[in-house]
């Protein structure tokens, strides 16, 4: 999916009203919908008891949208009601075809002229658990002014006891650079409208953006095709899968779908190797193996007769001895990826392992967890691999493996991982939250599903198991990257509608991989 900033998103809308001959106030009726819809479905999800949804509105799109929202509702006899900045009377243009629809359908509405007014609000109209911020949108710049700013201020305040949507992007919010200017609204969802905007991206507006859903709108082709857009990032969107609605033929087998191995296991960390595993059936692979000490070898797979577990000699502490050199030369032909590092620990042996993996391995390879921790400061190595590797470091060991700090990662995710990974030849998944997927091009795609309750012991060893399931199944080191991120966190968003996030742990997010699928197969 394409990002574009907020001047080529306006273009992309000025294009298809004046050129193509679209309504503007048409536009402004289908992204209203969509923030309707994301405002319904964060209800089921995170309202107990009886909604009442309150709008704030600026004079301008933004405004319309939620005005269109506050109908829509209110139809669906949701209480809602809507806080105008400014007077009603200085309305424009589609916004003002909106509010006067909306006005025709009793939504009860609420005029602030003065930061004052603010402070008074909840004792004239009560104090509603749902807030939809469509103060201001992406043709406004630095910080928000009064009365709009108290506006922000009230949201924010409002925020620890109600549920905070943002319509497009949080107001106060550079949507180029993800700059916060101070106040800026902390929504817990962004609903987002036509494209992504590429500051919603940057690790800095995180904790504003919340969780960030694209809803598209229908602008012609023609009017999108004209925007070239961000060049070097886009976000991963299933329907630009070529293979997302691919039927498997009825004359396979099982060796139709891959065999994927996967090596790394320990004493201390049994269960990463039983997720791993468990995710690359999942993800479709039609066999898995999975090579572990010979000390866990019965502890490992007990509840998945479906996986084929071998063992290999151990060392002193219960880890992968560099003895297993001869196994894995001999019998690597009849693995379509080798997947090494769960649970794996950091033992001298085992770091030798790993190098001679790296060095020799004739397969595609997938480094995790300590597999990427042993190669600390030897990131030169990885040009000297046989075969395509990816490598799916979380901040920390990508701040060790790079030589700096995490905060200097976290500062430039998207940047940083496009370096390494064209450097190095590599394909870098750099998780946390809007995981980052970079190819040796320089090119980096975000990934924006996914929530809080997946950062839990165990979520990287499923996304390891599922990345291996579908390089198994033939598909290439990038667009495996992309379908294995999307689908592992729209599991566990499902997962979480289910369980909560505080309740999710990493099988939960196994469970739910069928769900993701078949998400992606309704887009």
Request: charged share 20%; aromatic share 4%; with cysteine.
């Amino acid at each position: 999916m394409k990002v574009v900033t907020s001047s080529e998103m306006r273009e992309i809308d000025r294009l298809a009203i004046e050129t193509h001959g679209v309504r503007g106030e048409d536009l402004m009726e289908h992204a209203g919908a969509a923030v309707a819809e994301a405002i319904t479905e964060l209800i089921q999800q995170k309202v107990s008891g009886v909604p009442q949804v309150r709008f704030l509105a600026g004079r301008g799109n933004n405004g319309g949208d939620a005005f269109v929202a506050a109908r829509l509702l209110q139809a669906k006899r949701i209480a809602v009601d809507v806080v105008l900045t400014g007077s009603a009377a200085e309305l424009k243009g589609d916004a003002r075809i909106h509010f006067d629809r909306m006005q025709k359908l009793g939504v009860p509405t609420f005029e602030v002229h003065t930061p004052n007014q603010w402070n008074t609000l909840d004792t004239q109209a009560g104090a509603p658990n749902v807030f939809v911020d469509g103060l201001l949108g992406t043709g406004t710049s630095g910080p928000a002014r009064e009365p709009l700013a108290s506006g922000i201020a009230y949201l924010n305040r409002v925020a620890d006891h109600a549920v905070v949507i943002a319509i497009d992007l949080p107001s106060g919010l550079d949507p180029d650079t993800g700059v916060a200017h101070e106040p800026t609204v902390r929504a817990d969802l962004t609903a987002t409208l036509g494209l992504p905007k590429r500051g919603l991206l940057e690790t800095r507006a995180l904790a504003y953006v919340g969780r960030l859903c694209v809803y598209p709108l229908p602008f012609p082709s023609a009017a999108m095709d004209a925007i070239a857009g961000t060049a070097d990032c886009t976000v991963i969107d299933p329907r630009d899968w070529p293979n997302r609605l691919q039927r498997r033929a009825r004359d396979t087998h099982k060796g139709t779908f891959g065999h994927a191995l996967i090596i790394g296991g320990s004493l201390d960390y049994v269960g990463a190797m039983d997720l791993a595993g468990r995710a690359a059936l999942r993800g479709g692979c039609g066999l898995v193996t999975l090579r572990v000490p010979e000390p866990i070898g019965l502890r490992v797979g007990g509840g998945t007769p479906e996986l084929i577990v071998r063992t290999a000699e151990a060392t002193d502490t219960g880890s992968l001895a560099s003895r297993l050199e001869a196994t894995w030369r001999s019998s690597i032909d009849q693995y379509d990826v080798v997947a090494i590092g769960p649970g794996m620990t950091r033992h001298e042996e085992t770091r030798h392992l790993v190098e001679q993996m790296v060095s020799e391995c004739p397969r595609p390879l997938i480094l995790d967890a300590d597999a990427i921790t042993v190669l600390e400061g030897q990131s030169k190595r990885l040009t000297q691999a046989r075969s395509p590797i990816i490598l799916t470091p979380h901040p920390g060991e990508f701040a060790a493996l790079t030589n700096q700090s995490v905060a200097d990662v976290q500062s430039n995710r998207i940047e940083q991982a496009q370096r390494f990974a064209t450097e190095t030849g590599t394909t870098i998944i750099l998780k946390g939250a809007h995981t980052v997927v970079a190819s040796p091009d320089a090119k980096a795609a975000v990934n924006i599903t996914g929530n809080p309750g997946m950062a839990a012991g165990g979520s990287g060893d499923v996304l390891t198991g599922l990345l291996a399931s579908l390089m198994a199944q033939g598909l290439a080191p990038g667009p495996a990257a992309h379908q294995a991120v999307w689908l592992h966190g729209t599991a566990g968003d499902l997962a979480a509608t289910q369980v909560t996030e505080p309740g999710l742990i990493a099988s939960d997010i196994i469970q739910h991989i069928p769900g993701a699928w078949r998400k992606a197969m309704a887009l």
